[in-house]
């Protein structure tokens, strides 16, 4: 092998500039030939790693070199590079220039006494074609490896933009662990070494730490932090992404050990919020952001701030539904809203109860198929879309979705969007049925009167238990225990329901309240639920007017060969406490206590057509002479003897 | 914030495992483990990342030193459990080229014992 070859075999056994190097020392060693090779560029030598070599500062290569690449150092030369100390060269070495791009950079030098100069002139010549040759080869080669460096870090970025994206879609609402991620990614993307997102709290306009990463959280909460001074002062007003240089100005920033980024969370167009990143690593520690740092982070967090702007917006929506639905729902006025399309947009819980709907099957639906055994219905839907006006019907008859016929006051009102133009129509109506309900149950106990007034002013009738002075009025069948033992069942039945109804007219003529029927006995109230000028009054002319009723009823009875009744009555007014008593099985309205007692003691020593009433109703009476003072008399549950009036029919 | 969890040596084969923000401090604090136990004469290693969810490029250029270290040993190094965005991180970066991934402990125990 020519010493050519074995220079170019022992340059190719190894990879970097510096191994080839140090191959090359121990090749010419062998051969008893002294190489040396400086540099003149510190820059170039940092490159490839070459800092064990000799650096020579300030070298002049023209000097020495001339418009020559090499030179035989003569005695002339030689006192030249004498003057620096790194050069121990001898006369007749052989020097050549390396290049880097056509710049000399540095010097390889040969020396033998052995060897003929035209080889060291020789090799000397190989070795600076090769090392220009290597050196632009490891020049490409680290650019290429910096770009595909520079590309791979792009490259990530770009996933970075994409995983934000696509973290904030799979979030409709605000939360810590959103929160969380964004700042992990932010943080990632860019290098930085910690981070912190604050948001305002909209009670207090404080700010909070929403979430951080590599900072004393609990340290910074202590301090109050508002946008009146430091970083989120700067933010409210450039409403952009910043570089913080000044790290040590602000409580946000003083701990960063090189600088940071921020940029505001603007929600339409205010600030809400922050996201601030503290320095930047590198592989020599840390170090500044840039502004292509800045111009990825703006972008990123823009991406932020408008997907906050978008949660807040459907939060604040979605509050506004709520609010509505709950409001809808709360209401007994049935709604529905049908569009422009004729389809069922809105039906409130109230108008699905009364036509037995569910509401997510119909909603979407046109109203022609929602109401097709409606007919009527759809017929002035139909009216009110066309004419655009307002319908109003009374009593108006729909059938339900299990064909149950149901009355109700109805409105259609045609709706109108911002622009007036018309958008579909609405539907409110009032179900006649509960009223009904009510009317007719609440007419077995109490006259239509109080029924109609309750309906008007629901704030009169108060069920719950409370004291209340109520007039109690009982009424017993004298003997009827040992008639209905002589008579036929069905008959006793019949005599009773005459009777209880002949009474019960009665009473309802004057506002009394049934309580209860207690076998043949009846017990009535006045003054519950309504409170009238004079409920004694109105108890004591029940009474009187019971046994006229009884009167006619008897004859009834008699033409019909029934046994004759005979009443006693028992009136007495006082303190009671009224509401509803019972089980959740069964509760009735209805008052106890010892007026109540009393009325019923009294009733019990009136004899047959007579009323017996207690000193609290006979004070209250205007009529007062058609009673008499009887003697006092002792009930059951009373210490002192009772005064009392009667009166006979 | 991020450190090195646990650190076990089972079948003659050292298993790092991580918590928090894979970065230029975790990455420096694991080479400097893997260095010490290459030193000592150990060649394979596990990174199990289980815990660390996000790595940024410093940190993943740092795995790219240690992986070089390790090859001039004839070492070898597995990561396990990585988190989706740090699996796609080490893709584009080129480790996985170089190093095997495990979707468990057990699973690249077994591979490497």
């Known amino acids: ?649 | 914030m991020s450190k090195i969890l646990n650190i076990e040596e089972p079948n003659g084969l050292v298993i790092i495992s991580t918590q928090g923000y894979f970065n230029k401090d975790l990455g420096e604090e694991i080479q400097k483990t893997i260095t010490d136990f290459i030193n000592k004469g150990t060649r394979s290693f596990i990174l199990n990342l289980s815990q660390s969810n996000i790595v940024n490029s410093i940190g993943a250029s740092i795995i790219i030193e240690v992986i070089e270290s390790l090859q001039e040993v004839d070492g070898d190094l597995a990561f396990c459990e990585l988190a989706p965005i740090v699996k796609k991180t080490f893709k584009i970066m080129g480790l996985t080229k170089y190093c095997k991934t495990f979707s468990s402990q057990s699973e690249a125990l077994e591979a490497l014992s």
């Not at chain 1, 220009?132 to 990530?156: A, P």
């Not at chain 1, 920033?253 to 996201?275: K, M, V, Y």
């Not at chain 1, 017993?476 to 005599?495: H, N, Q, W």
């Open chain 1, 1 to 649: 092998m020519s010493d050519l070859s074995e220079i170019h075999f022992v340059l190719s056994k190894k990879k970097s500039l510096k191994g080839k190097i140090l191959s090359l020392d121990n090749f010419f060693e062998h051969k008893n030939i002294s190489f040396k090779i400086f540099y003149t560029s510190k820059i170039f030598s940092k490159r490839f790693e070459l800092e064990d070599y000799s650096y020579v500062k300030n070298f002049d290569f023209n000097k020495l070199f001339g418009n020559e690449s090499f030179k035989l150092i003569k005695q002339k030369e030689l006192s030249y590079l004498n003057q620096y100390d790194e050069f121990q060269f001898k006369i007749n070495s052989v020097c050549s220039i390396i290049y880097f791009y056509k710049k000399p950079v540095g010097i390889i030098c040969l020396f033998s006494e052995v060897e003929l100069k035209e080889n060291i002139l020789t090799f000397t010549q190989f070795l600076s074609y090769h090392f220009d040759s290597i050196i632009r080869q490891f020049h490409i080669q680290s650019k290429l490896t910096n770009k595909t460096l520079s590309l791979q870090n792009k490259l990530l970025e770009i996933e970075s933009i994409f995983n934000i994206t696509e973290l904030l879609n799979s979030h409709e609402e605000n939360s810590k662990e959103l929160y969380q991620n964004i700042l992990l990614y932010t943080i990632s993307t860019l290098n930085a070494s910690k981070g912190l997102i604050l948001l305002k709290n909209t009670n207090s306009d404080f700010y909070e730490i929403i979430t951080s990463i590599g900072i004393n959280e609990d340290q910074l909460n202590k301090k109050m932090i508002r946008d009146t001074k430091g970083i989120l002062k700067d933010l409210k007003s450039s409403k952009k992404s910043i570089i913080i240089n000044d790290t040590d100005q602000c409580v946000l920033s003083d701990f960063s050990e090189s600088n940071c980024l921020s940029s505001p969370i603007l929600s339409r167009n205010n600030l809400h919020g922050a996201i601030i990143i503290h320095d930047k690593e590198s592989r020599q520690g840390y170090t500044l952001f840039d502004h292509f740092d800045l111009r990825l982070f703006d972008n990123i967090t823009k991406k932020i701030s408008l997907s906050f702007d978008n949660i807040l917006l459907f939060e604040s929506l979605s509050e506004s539904k709520k609010s509505i639905d709950n409001i809808m729902s709360s209401i007994s006025t049935g709604i529905i809203k049908i569009n422009i399309l004729g389809e069922i947009d809105y039906i409130n819980s109230s108008a699905s109860k009364v036509f037995g709907f569910d509401s997510e099957l119909i909603i979407g639906n046109h109203y022609f198929i929602v109401f097709e055994n409606n007919q009527n219905l759809n017929s002035i839907i139909e009216k009110s879309e066309n004419e655009k006006e307002i319908v109003f019907e009374t009593n108006f008859d729909i059938l339900d979705f299990k064909n149950k016929k149901h009355q109700i006051n109805l409105t259609i009102s045609p709706v109108f969007d911002e622009n007036n133009e018309n958008s579909g129509v609405v539907l409110s109506f009032e179900d006649l049925s509960g009223i009904n309900k009510v009317k007719s149950t609440f007419k077995k106990y109490v006259s239509e009167n109080i029924v109609n007034e309750l309906l008007k002013n629901e704030n009169l009738l108060e069920l719950g238990g409370s004291e209340k002075d109520v007039c109690i009025l009982f009424a017993d069948i004298r003997g009827f225990t040992s008639l209905s033992e002589k008579m036929e069942a069905s008959k006793v039945v019949y005599v009773l329901n005459n009777y209880f109804q002949s009474m019960i007219d009665v009473i309802f003529k004057y506002n009394g309240t049934l309580d209860k029927i207690i076998g043949d006995e009846l017990m009535v109230l006045y003054g519950v639920p309504l409170k009238n000028e004079n409920d004694c009054q109105n108890a004591v002319n029940s009474a009187i007017d019971m046994f006229k009723a009884l009167e006619v009823f008897n004859n009834k009875m008699k033409s019909e060969e029934l046994p004759e009744l005979g009443i006693g009555v028992g009136i007495n007014f006082g303190k009671v406490v009224s509401g509803n008593i019972g089980s959740d099985q069964q509760m009735n309205y209805t008052v106890i206590g010892d007026n109540v007692n009393l009325a019923a003691r009294l009733c019990s020593s009136a004899k047959a057509g007579e009323i017996i009433i207690s000193k609290s109703v006979f004070e209250k009476l205007t009529n007062k002479h058609e009673f008499t003072n009887r003697d006092p008399i002792m009930v059951k549950g009373k210490a002192l003897a009772i005064e009392n009036w009667s009166f006979h029919s």
